[in-house]
């Protein structure tokens, strides 16, 4: 199968890899896939005081296309509030990235990811958590 | 010696034609293009000549008579016509067929086929090894099993299974044996009456020639072994498959059988120095690696690692410049692990980080090397951004973790 320049790039030179202390206050955890189904993506956001996400990193099992995912996730989290983060979109992931059909399921999973870890820090911070409507 | 790219480490899926097999078929297709069943001019006999002298050239590798050799467009349609021209020519003695889970879809399907029509399909589950031993045949046999159907070797994990054994046992019991014989034929010795093998298939290009031609051994005397045809026509070959000869492909593969029989010894010998050489440079600098299949007990040219956490589709994606095959068949969309690796109780996850390297007669030491060094640098990296790898080292055990999965 042929990748997208994208995928490649990412996949090279991946963006953001890497994990953050995930006891601490300020950190969002969010470990989505599995083993078995040949995806798992860990993602991580780190909030500063003024709400910003001031740092983002992932680490995935995965093909090319799952790693690209979670890497340009981490490029996008970078600098945005929760609540913007919350805004991106699986299908967004698809457009920058050029996947194909087949490789949908992997900005499905990034999406995921990010919603998990953004709800990780909402929780431990007493903030409501945002309610995921139905699964894919 | 500089490296050529891409390097080809895929030999198990087909192998590059040797030039010398070249050179010999290069007259059958415009200067000596007779039709073999021509009787009535000396373009015909020239062609069936060919053929009988390439058909003795075939028979030698296995020790049959040349009249034992039906040659066909491959091996799918040499294990086709063992299973279903059995099972049609001989329902009446019974309705029981034994193979085993991880043989060639070619056997597998039509085995469902047969299941379709009414017979019964026992499917051997073997071990983690991959072997499938005469003890779970035996298990397995009834008072009316009609066939026996177990390969050779495999072609994913490169096992060799005890067919001599197998074959004694059959013969033991008047059931037929059939042996798909595809990555094994020129490669290990194989004697038909040595084995009691009753039927056998094999492909010309997975040992150095052209693809599109293949045969099935089918054993005359003692028992004298019938099959009902599936292709009608002209009745060629005994009747037992009809269709004009291809020539040129006959002669091709004949002068390959010829070469494999000439070099295998030496070859096997070479073969397994490069494989032993490319898997302790794996175990030296890797700290997990699984050899999928029996240690030892395989084919020179076949090793098949899983790497775990490290997804295969990834990992073959760092191989840009080697072509290799992934055990799990994500490329093809279907998102499914190897069912090789599925039945020999490796779990989704291991099968998923599998990798087939298969090396062959123009495999050198240099590309050996080169994909040595390689794989291992991209596994370090992929682990060193596996989440599976980091929960490992942090002393999780991936087995107890509930997954959130799609």
Redesign the interface.
């Known amino acids: 199968?042929a990748?997208s320049d994208k995928v490649?790039d990412h996949?090279n030179n991946?963006r953001n890899?890497g994990?953050l202390d995930k006891a601490d206050q300020t950190v969002g955890t969010g470990?989505?896939?599995?083993?078995?189904?040949?995806?798992?993506?860990?993602l991580q956001i780190k909030v500063d005081d003024g709400g910003l996400i001031e740092d983002a990193k992932f680490?995935?099992?995965?093909?090319?296309s799952?790693?690209a995912s979670s890497s340009l996730a981490t490029e996008w989290l970078k600098g945005k509030t929760v609540d913007e983060a919350e805004e991106i979109k699986n299908t967004q992931i698809v457009e920058e990235l050029n996947l194909p059909p087949?490789k949908i399921?992997c900005s499905?999973?990034a999406e995921?990811a990010i919603k998990?870890a953004l709800n990780d820090f909402r929780e431990k911070n007493g903030m409501p958590v945002v309610e995921r409507k139905g699964h894919? | 010696m500089s490296l050529k790219f891409p390097i080809y480490m895929d030999y198990q899926a087909t192998t590059p034609m040797d030039p010398r097999v070249h050179e010999e078929m290069n007259p059958y297709f415009d200067e000596k293009f007779g039709n073999a069943a021509s009787r009535n001019h000396s373009f015909g006999w020239e062609a069936e000549k060919a053929v009988d002298d390439a058909r003795e050239k075939l028979a030698a590798v296995i020790g049959a008579d040349p009249r034992e050799i039906i040659f066909t467009s491959g091996a799918t349609e040499s294990d086709n016509m063992a299973l279903k021209g059995v099972a049609e020519m001989y329902k009446k003695k019974g309705n029981h067929i034994i193979t085993s889970a991880i043989e060639h879809k070619a056997i597998i399907d039509s085995a469902k086929r047969l299941e379709t029509w009414g017979f019964d399909v026992t499917y051997i589950e073997p071990p983690e090894n991959g072997i499938t031993t005469a003890e779970m045949v035996e298990d397995a046999m009834r008072d009316d099993t009609i066939l026996v159907s177990i390969m050779a070797a495999n072609n994913e994990v490169g096992v060799l299974n005890p067919i001599a054994e197998i074959g004694a046992l059959c013969r033991g019991r008047g059931i037929l044996f059939h042996t798909d014989a595809t990555q094994g034929y020129g490669k290990i010795p194989i004697d038909v009456d040595e084995m009691n093998i009753d039927l056998l298939s094999a492909s010309a290009h997975k040992v150095y020639g052209p693809k599109g031609v293949g045969l099935i051994y089918v054993r005359r005397r003692r028992p004298r072994v019938r099959l009902s045809a599936i292709i009608d026509g002209g009745g060629h070959e005994r009747g037992m498959r009809s269709g004009t000869l291809n020539v040129s492909g006959i002669v091709g593969f004949g002068k390959a059988a010829e070469l494999c029989m000439e070099e295998m010894e030496e070859e096997n010998i070479r073969l397994t120095n490069l494989r032993d050489k490319f898997k302790a440079t794996m175990f030296e600098s890797l700290d997990e690696v699984y050899v999928n299949g029996h240690e030892t007990n395989r084919l020179s040219g076949n090793l098949n690692l899983s790497f775990p956490?490290?997804?295969?589709?990834?990992l073959i994606?760092?191989l840009s410049d080697v072509a290799v095959s992934s055990g799990?068949a994500?490329?093809s969309?279907s998102?499914e692990?190897s069912y090789v690796l599925k039945a020999m109780g490796r779990?989704?996850?291991l099968a998923?980080s599998s990798i087939r390297y298969g090396f062959g007669r123009f495999s050198t030491e240099e590309e050996i090397d080169y994909v040595a060094e390689k794989t291992t640098g991209i596994v370090n990296r992929l682990r060193?951004?596996?989440?599976?790898?980091?929960m490992v080292k942090e002393g999780v055990d991936?087995s107890k973790v509930e997954?959130?999965?799609?």
């Open positions: 199968m990748y490649v996949y991946p890899v994990s470990i989505v896939g599995a083993p078995e189904c040949g995806d798992v993506m860990k680490k995935t099992f995965g093909c090319g799952a790693i087949v399921h499905v999973l995921d998990t894919h | 956490y490290v997804e295969g589709e990834s994606m760092g799990s994500c490329t969309a998102l692990p779990g989704d996850e998923h060193e951004m596996s989440p599976l790898y980091e991936l997954w959130q999965s799609h």
